[in-house]
């Protein structure tokens, strides 16, 4: 694969969650473009409901777009078989919300999960690695622990540790910030950064934290009902003059995105319309 | 009343597709029990946590059922002035009925619930996805242990149950009424068949294993990852593996005892 070309390429996806009929559903992403190349750090953003997080299924062929191509180091991802498909996992690391920690495994074994699944390493090497990835998020210290003795932040960087435990080349982080107070945020945002940069990892963020991202990231998607309606640096993003960008970074509470569900007129619903 | 037609349909529909994801889960699950093989202490450990933790509750009520069919045998059997057959009695009874059947329920009630609820969690936290983005099967690391761990606990327990509950039946029949001890124990090694009566006992709670563990398997896999929908399929598996218990009982006897 020549240096320049992107790790993951979206191209013209449209997606919708069949239902038991048959029939599609309500249209989540439609005619989605998307590029990540090694190294790159790339946010994707939007309000709740915007498609951002089945971008991230789409990529880890968790679901199927209904068209458009999804590749990732080159291949399609959708016409891959199952063990291709898992082969191909294998070089991706996902930071899930919560961190989705194993609870009946230690924070050891938690981080040391993947490694005993798909290598064949002698318990040592193991044991050297996972305190490698843990010393690398800071909680060396905490590997005896159990999930529900940790806190959330902590709990977050131990699933970024497991996930970059087979040093994977796509890093997928859903929505890394979200319930942390300013410390944690700014620990993980420092990690997700230098992660990636030490792994020379191609890294997609689905975030709606503007503030923090747009100091991290390199390359921003802004995403709205399913369609990239910006794109750009951060530069570009905070000089853009697009209304949706604007309300976005801005955080004002009413523009394009209405604050009000559709509703019928407010008089005529509390029945003081003549 | 198109409409209620329509939900006629609709539960129909529902009930069948769920009943083929049911089968299509378990041939999965067979095909890919090689890891809970390949590695034996997955598989042990769950056999720990089921069957281990099981033993208490089999045990006691395995004595108690003893007592019980103590009582009651003697009772029956006097009227005859056949009480010297109650060891016989006692054992027949559990070993080919109660023994299985009794182990099956409060295993569901016991080791089924706390499956389901365990995989359904997993899936509510995200565990299982989590799982398969790291490229480890759920059904290979997460089902297929609990599966077999299952599948092996229950005849176990089952002849635990049995063994407990002849040992209830000693007790009241022998020491507390005074039955005749040699009797007891001498009607019943003549009279209890290992073939018809042990085996097909064995038999017995093994199909009642497959299909509890795996009915508390499938309902955890298959819960909405919410809480009321893992309460929801924990209440679901003890009435259904109950019931195929139950249902599966008649069957097999039927196979095992109808002469000619």
Redesign the interface.
Known sequence: MPADQPFVAMEGVSFAYPT?TGATGRQILSGVDLQVRRGQLVALMGGSGSGKTTILRLL?G?VKPQSGTVKVDGRNVHALGHAEL??L??R?G?L???G?????MSVFENVA??LR??TDLPDSAIRDLVLMKLNAVGLRGAQALMPAEISGGMARRVALA?AIALDPQLIMYDEPFAGLDPISLGITANLIRSLGAALNAASIIVTHDVAESLQIVDYIYFLAEGKIVAQGTPDEIRASSMPYVQQFVAGSPDGPVRFHYPAPDYAADLGLAK | MRAFIENIGHGLIDAIAKLGYFARLFVLTLRQSGTAFARLRLTIAQVHFIGNYSLVIIVVSGLFVGFVLGLQGYNTLQRYGSEQALGLLVALSLVRELGPVVTALLFAGRAGTSITAEIGLMKAGEQLTAMEMMAVSPVARVLAPRFWAGVVSMPLLAAMFSAVGIFGGYIVGVVMIGVDEGAFWSQMQTGVDWMDDVANGVIKSIVFGIAVTFIAVFEGYDSLPTPEGVSRATTRTVVSSSLAVLALDFILTALMFSKG
């Open positions: 038991l880890g968790q898992f082969a996992r294998r991706m996902m899930f919300q919560f989705a920690l194993f609870t009946d999960f993947p699944e798909h497991r």
